[in-house]
């Protein structure tokens, strides 16, 4: 009997055998009966060329079944199969001892040995389907059916976890997967023909996989999956998914299972283009809770994925999941966090939308470059041209130490960033720094953040108190034209430009590489023009001077904040109302700058002390360091010297310094106390 | 030809000759080459050092080697300089031969004497100093065989399942910052000495002081790409 069948579409397999059987007993005599078929198929699964043959003789019978493919969907899970038994019909069918040979299985070739048992009592039927081999474990299936045709099935058994993946292409087909599964399956149906209910349970241990490049796997993860499912027109049911043991790398990221179980709960659905998933939840301990859905396309689409209403702990967030794509030895990767978020996601392939509630969190970096608390933010974000608010407040921070105050930000999200909806004010330093535009870009060559604005009445006491740096009084306000912090790189593309004494500071070309990194290295020319000296020297309580200061430093070069290079000259410049006057203390302490001892000799020193001040016609200094040696140089040369006070008047000093080469440290010492050295001070008598 | 008319003929040909390397001459650019023997020197010294951070698992303080070595005359001139007993040559060829070589000489030696390396610039400061930081992290791995240096003085991934799985979860990115330092290392080098087309040079003469500095264990690529331990 030769033909193509197409059984009913929700047949079960063991049904073909007592039709069988009423073929065989009809047939008396034959020596041997053969039935052949195309192929036959069911809901979601094919077989071609199925093949029996029954042969007697006198030695017993013997039944054979032969495959030539068995496939579930579009994956084929044997080749060529067979199945040969000595056929007993005493009390119902039995093959005690049958031997299964599959050519090709996604376990390699099997060899194995089981029986089979059919027994029809009236209109009930048993069939029992034992099977075991070294490759693919074991199954034991048992079907009980009534004469109205209701049927229940049990089944259990044990197999590699490496076939399974591969059967159904769960991993790479070149990655490797060990591990070892445990299964039971329940089914039942009303009628012959169809399967109403199932549940199944697999249970995985030790298991494990590994790319070829070892940089995603698993070790000794346990996993077990229950189930439960109705049939209705289509599948739907409800599965749980709980995770107990084991680490999983998927780089950058490695979680481990925490002590109690990760589990994933959700309805499913299978319709003939996907799977659902829909009214999931996901526990996990440590880090919090939410809920999620699913579509998972079976033939051609994109995975689709919302994560609902997720709160979890900012802590482990941020550790687990947030740094582990940072940049090594980044500020990210060095900062901790705190608090609590909850968001929502959604994705189609990449990422589409997220939903943020940001509640009472911190960060800090372990060296307080950035800290940062009490920040409450909200907002949304979508990929498709939706334009969304956001708010970010914060209670206080410190960027490098430097205290800021409370901050409370609109913001407007674009799919590309944000910008600010309106501009706000953060006190600092005792003033305030004036944010008129602040904007980040998630990708492109221009991502990062960008402000511009102005500073106010900060205190330079304040600042130099923070940073050590020698104490300065006075405030600071400056003009921020457009700063930019890009891949760890800070950079203005016009000229910070302060007020200090009464003078203009223009900061040109800053470039910070590095910039919350290992060692940043500031990069920088500074101008500075109409400078008072009067304000000047009193906050550095250098002595009397009067004048008016021009200048400039020229390629300058910080690393870690101390000075590198730099090429700097400064100079006074005659402006109509102001004198140019120096006071002896004053005279004293440049001679000092210039390497010199102070006013020697006794008569000179008495001299000069009867004045209280000096006039001068050109003040100046310039100071060029590289390779921790500073070059000096003055307004003028006179002989092998250089001058840095150039007086007029009666008495008349002069300053020559005559030591041009001098040590970086030992000129920073200067500033503080006095140097020996041989500076010559001439009173132009 | 008697004797005399030979030598004449031969003066006039040399007296050509002289004229021609003359005019030749007039038109040679010096090149300053690269400073070969200073370059091996600084990369000893800053391997030295990465790996002594690396040991100490630390952070070094940054310190600025001037080095400043001769470079070898990495030009060879067809003219070389030839012996003592040059002069005593009685052809006024090998004479006007030797005259221009001494020039060239004098001229090429004046260029290759200005070409040490200086590594003291703050962008070679701080390109060293991330890149002393990054060797710290980056010691396990070397020592366990997950990664190791390639041929051309940047590192890869060898075997990452030669760590435990948890480690291997920063070794990707890891590896790219290290290699981004290195690649900035070798260019700021270079444009501290005004030559950034020496970035690939100074990135092989690196390559070798990698590997030959290495401590037993390592591994490294050979220049046919062939992973080897040392």
New interface residues.
């Given amino acids: 009997m030769h033909g193509r069948s197409r059984v009913l579409p929700r047949i079960v397999r063991w049904l073909l055998l007592p039709y069988l059987g009423l073929v065989v007993s009809g047939a008396a005599g034959a020596q041997v009966l053969e039935i052949s078929a195309a192929d036959v198929s069911g809901a979601g699964w094919t077989v071609q060329h199925p093949r029996v043959t029954l042969a007697t003789s006198a030695q017993g019978d013997q039944l054979r079944l032969a495959v030539g493919v068995v496939q579930t969907g579009r994956r084929k899970l044997w080749r060529r199969a067979r199945w040969q038994c000595g056929l007993r019909t005493t009390q119902g069918w039995a093959c005690p001892q049958g031997h299964l040979v599959v050519d090709g299985s996604p376990w390699g070739a099997l060899h194995g040995d089981g029986q089979v048992r059919l027994r029809q009592v009236g209109g009930s039927g048993q069939a029992v389907l034992a099977v075991r081999g070294a490759q693919f474990g074991s199954a034991r299936v048992q079907v009980q059916s009534t004469a109205a045709g209701q049927w229940h099935l049990t089944g259990a058994g044990s197999l590699p976890v490496g076939g399974l993946v591969r059967a159904f292409t769960l991993l790479p087909a070149s990655w490797q997967t060990s591990g070892q599964a445990r299964w039971q399956v329940r089914a039942q149906g009303a009628s012959w023909a169809q399967a109403r209910q199932m549940a199944f349970e697999l249970q995985g241990s030790q298991l494990q996989f590994s790319s070829p490049d070892g940089l995603q796997g698993a070790q000794g993860v346990a996993l077990q999956l229950q189930g439960a499912g109705v049939y209705s027109g289509r599948w739907h049911g409800s599965a749980r998914l709980r995770w107990t043991a084991g680490g999983v790398l998927w780089s950058p990221w490695y979680w481990t299972a925490p002590a109690e179980p990760v589990q994933v709960k959700a309805r499913w659905k299978q319709t003939s283009r996907a799977w659902q998933l829909d009214e999931g939840s996901v526990r996990w301990p440590g880090l919090g809770q939410g809920g999620f859905a699913l579509y998972w396309p079976t033939q051609s689409g994109v995975l689709r994925w919302q994560i609902r209403d997720m709160n979890v702990a900012m802590a482990p967030l941020y550790a687990n999941w947030i740094k582990p794509l940072a940049l090594p030895g980044g500020l990210a990767a060095g900062l901790q966090a705190s608090g609590q978020v909850r968001f929502s996601v959604a994705g189609e392939g990449g990422l589409n939308a997220l939903r943020w509630d940001l509640r009472n969190a911190a960060v800090s970096s372990p060296n307080r470059l950035l800290a940062v608390t009490g920040v409450n933010s909200r907002g949304a974000w979508s990929r498709i041209g939706k334009i969304s608010a956001a708010t970010l407040r914060w209670q206080s921070a410190a960027l490098y130490r430097i205290p800021v105050g409370p901050l409370h930000a609109d913001l407007v999200v674009n799919p590309q960033g944000f910008h600010l909806r309106q501009p706000f004010t953060l006190t600092m330093l005792g003033g305030e720094l004036h944010f008129r535009q602040l904007a980040a870009r998630w990708t492109g060559p221009r991502s990062g953040f960008s402000m511009s604005g102005d500073l106010q009445g900060a205190s330079m006491a304040q600042l130099t108190r923070i940073m050590h740096w020698p104490p300065f009084t006075g405030t600071v306000s400056a003009t921020i034209p457009e700063l930019q912090y890009h891949a760890g790189d800070l950079s203005t593309s016009g000229a910070l430009s302060a007020q200090v004494f009464g003078g203009t500071v223009r900061v040109n070309d800053l470039h910070v590489e590095n910039f919350f990194g290992v060692l940043p290295l500031l990069r920088a020319n500074i101008e500075i023009s109409g400078v008072r000296l009067k304000p000047l020297t009193d906050a550095f309580h250098f002595g009397y001077i009067s004048g008016v200061l021009h200048g400039g430093v020229k390629n300058l070069a910080l690393l870690n904040w101390s000075p590198e290079a730099f090429d700097a000259q400064f100079h006074t410049v005659p402006v109509p109302g102001v004198r140019q006057e120096i006071s002896y203390a004053a005279v004293q302490n440049l001679t000092r700058l210039g390497g010199g001892n102070g006013i020697g000799g006794l008569f000179q020193s008495l001299f000069l002390r009867m004045f209280k001040t000096f006039a001068y016609a050109h003040l100046g200094m310039g100071v060029r360091l590289s390779h921790g040696v500073a070059e000096l140089s003055g307004v003028g040369v006179e002989d092998s010297g250089f001058v840095i006070l150039q007086g007029q008047g009666l008495p008349r000093v002069d300053i020559v310094g005559y030591n041009r080469r001098v040590n970086w440290n030992e000129l920073l010492a200067r500033l503080q106390t006095a140097m020996h050295s041989g500076a010559q001070v001439q009173t132009g008598e | 030809m008697t004797r005399q008319d030979w030598l004449k003929t031969q003066g006039w040909r040399s007296m050509l000759a002289l004229g021609l390397l003359m005019a030749l001459s007039a038109c040679v650019t010096v090149n300053i080459y690269f400073p070969a023997a200073a370059a091996q020197k600084l990369a000893d010294q800053v391997v030295g050092e990465v790996y002594k951070a690396a040991a100490k698992g630390a ?1 070094l303080a ?1 310190v ?1 080697p ?1 080095v400043s070595v001769p470079a070898p005359p990495a030009a060879p001139t067809r003219s070389a300089a030839p012996g003592s007993n040059a002069l005593s040559m009685a052809s006024p060829y090998h004479a006007a031969s030797y005259l221009l070589a001494m020039g060239f000489s004098a001229i090429s030696g004046t260029a290759e004497a200005a070409a040490n390396l200086d590594a ?4 070679v ?2 390109a060293r ?2 890149l002393e ?2 060797a710290a ?1 980056m010691r396990p791995y070397f020592v366990s065989g997950a990664v190791g240096f390639t041929a051309n003085g940047l590192v890869a ?1 060898h ?3 030669a760590v435990p ?2 480690q ?7 590896v790219n ?1 290290n290699n981004s330092a290195l690649s900035n290392l070798y260019q700021q080098i270079a444009d501290a000495n005004g030559h950034p087309e020496w970035a690939g040079q100074i990135q092989q003469t690196f390559a070798q002081a990698w590997i030959n500095k290495a401590p037993a264990g390592y591994w490294y690529q050979s220049p046919s790409g062939q992973w080897q331990k040392k």
């Fill in positions: 952070l940054p600025a001037a003291s610039s703050p962008g400061q701080s100093a991330q930081a990054i992290q991934i075997d990452a399942a799985l948890q291997r979860a920063a070794l990707n990115g890891l910052s």
